[in-house]
């Protein structure tokens, strides 16, 4: 049910601009050819052909104004200037109401139009529904020199009233416009509150790995501790009695030369374990290469957000890489969800040191916190389990991590992060 709903609303607009050419080009069709002055040597079939090319333009900048609205906007404008120029493409008495429908195409361009495309339309559909006002009601450009609407505006007025018309002509193409830019606005913010919805979600099920990473990590520690000192005596123990005696039979010294062993090969294998058990659950996580896609969808919910990289990234381990991760999406979610999208945010990740040093600076304009221009104070800052849970995830990372305003400037906050990198050499010896 979903699908043929969707591509009906793809296929209203280009369904109306079909609709609009054949209804008016029929209730026309005795007319288009019977002109009661010419500027041009047509007649008959010819006259209505050439006549019937602003319904048919009209009607195609209709269809295509959702689907490809800087092809709609010229196409109107276009056709707008054609019928200044030319006598023949000018609207008559009974056709001047061909212009409102094309009312809903420019309310259409600036709902689906980028940005840049929006805010040309507004002046370009203003000067366009100016310029078919005055085909319609001055009387220089009216079918041999009468205006198409003389009844309704007589020409003999003063030039307040053209100008009365012709504004009024404008306005309604500046209201179309913001309709269409109402609509636009409305669907990129309920986009933007879909993206941190996700984004929320994302760091709820963060929330639940790190609580589960924590417990996990803390009873590994505690069976280290109780395992490994307790292995490394029974190895000092197997290797002391053997090495005090040299009398001691052969028998005897194999055996606590193996009791030595084992416990050596035990300790090593046990914290294999236990470090190998923390890497298999982050291997389902987010990796550190996913920065730059969720900043581009910060980006996309409205909040401008800046990423660098200096010096070449270097392997981190399976649980420093995706704690590192999630301490950047929870800084950047941070930042959307409270700074919103007046601020702008910077989010270096430096790796010219022993380790990746990441910096999140988050800066609200002082003008985003005025009222009636007067300064509004700073929000209050709290230590809640957003920052808790990035110091957290720092810790279990091997690093630290800081995370408050900055003192010289109280519309900047500040989440500062150092993560160690360990050479491979390094690793081995430490395993």
């Given at each position: ?143 041999g020199g009468h205006p198409a609407l003389g009844s309704y505006a007589d020409p003999n007025e003063d030039l307040r009233s053209m100008l009365t018309v012709i504004g009024a002509a404008a306005l ?57 000192h307790s292995l490394a005596i029974v190895a000092a123990q197997a290797d002391g009695a053997r090495l005090s005696d040299d009398d001691l039979p052969e028998r005897t010294s194999s055996t606590l ?101 990441l910096l999140v600076e988050t800066t609200t304009p002082s003008g985003a916190r005025e009222s009636g221009g007067v300064p509004l104070p700073a929000p209050p800052i709290t230590r809640g389990l ?46």
């Open positions: 049910m979903t699908i043929p709903l969707r591509l009906l609303g793809h296929l209203l607009l280009p369904l109306t601009g079909v609709a609009y050419t054949v209804l008016w080009l029929i209730a026309e069709a005795g007319r288009l050819g019977n002109a009661p002055h010419m500027g041009m040597a047509l007649q008959g079939t010819a006259l209505a052909l050439v006549a019937a090319v602003p319904f048919v333009a009209f009607g195609v900048a209709i269809g295509l104004s959702r689907l490809v609205p800087t092809a709609s906007l010229t196409l109107i404008a276009v056709t707008v200037a054609a019928q200044l120029g030319v006598e023949v493409f000018r609207f008559q008495s009974t056709s001047w109401a061909a212009y409102l429908p094309v009312l809903l195409a420019v309310g259409a361009i600036s709902a689906s139009g980028t940005r840049r495309v929006r805010l040309v339309a507004l002046p370009v559909a203003a000067v366009a529904a100016a310029g078919a006002a005055m085909t319609l009601i001055v009387p220089f450009f009216g079918w309604l193409a500046a209201a179309a416009w913001a309709a269409g830019a109402g609509l636009a606005a409305l669907r990129e913010s309920a986009r933007a509150r879909g993206e941190l919805a996700s984004l929320e979600r994302e760091l709820s099920v963060a929330e639940a790995e790190l609580t589960v990473a924590s417990e996990r990590e803390r009873l590994a520690r505690d069976v280290h501790d109780i395992m490994a030369t193996t009791i030595a062993e084992t416990a050596r090969s035990s300790l090593g294998e046990l914290r294999l374990l236990l470090e190998s058990g923390g890497d298999r659950l982050e291997t389902s996580t987010s990796r550190l290469e996913g920065v730059g896609a969720l900043a581009e969808r910060i980006r996309r919910a409205g909040h401008r957000v800046d990423l660098s990289v200096l010096g070449e990234p270097r392997p981190l381990s399976p649980t420093q890489d995706t704690m590192l991760y999630r301490i950047v999406q929870e800084s950047l979610t941070n930042a959307l969800k409270h700074a919103g999208s007046d601020a702008s945010t910077r989010c270096s990740l430096d790796w010219r040191g022993p380790g990746v040093a957003g920052i808790r849970g990035m110091e957290e995830r720092a810790r279990l990372a091997g690093g630290w991590l800081t995370a408050g305003a900055d003192p010289d400037e109280a519309d900047r906050f500040v989440v500062q992060a150092f993560v160690p990198v360990s050479e491979p050499a390094a690793v081995e010896a430490s395993a």
